[in-house]
């Protein structure tokens, strides 16, 4: 990122950290989540909801992919999107198909520190929905 490690070079660091899980760990986990070094998860709860019923049904549908988190409201733009303060989980699922599609054609060049409204949108691509 032209940004480097600022806070305005999340946008291109998220992208790279979503690539790194895909090309690395894809896998090796059913389930990944992105969060700041200043979040509390907690990881039985977490685990709980990814092993329920509905998850599991949510999951078996096709060209439905799992991306959950905190949901927030855009003052500008009113669109909701999963606010990246609290993270958010994506599928095995969720991210391979995140990075064989938006991730290669959905704003590409975008830096700035709306990770999580980038990542969001571009997530519509293949969700309309959370």
């Known amino acids: 990122s032209r940004a480097g490690f600022s806070y305005r ?4 660091r998220t992208r790279t950290i979503l690539a790194y899980l895909y090309d690395n760990f894809l896998d090796d986990f059913d389930f990944f989540h992105i969060g700041g070094d200043d979040i509390y998860v907690i990881v039985e709860n977490l685990k709980e909801f990814l092993a329920s019923d509905a998850i599991k049904e949510y999951e078996k549908v ?20 999963l606010g990246g303060g609290s993270g958010y989980t994506m599928s095995r699922k969720m991210l391979k198909a995140y990075v064989e599609g938006p991730l290669e054609t959905c704003n590409v ?14 997530a519509e691509e293949l969700n309309k929905k959370y």
Do not use: W
């Open 9 to 12: 070079g999340m946008t291109q």
């Open 62 to 81: 096709p060209n439905q992919y799992l991306f959950a988190g905190f949901v927030l409201n855009h003052r500008f733009s009113k669109r909701d999107y």
């Open 109 to 122: 060049y975008t830096e700035g520190s709306a990770e999580d409204l980038i990542v969001s949108t571009c």
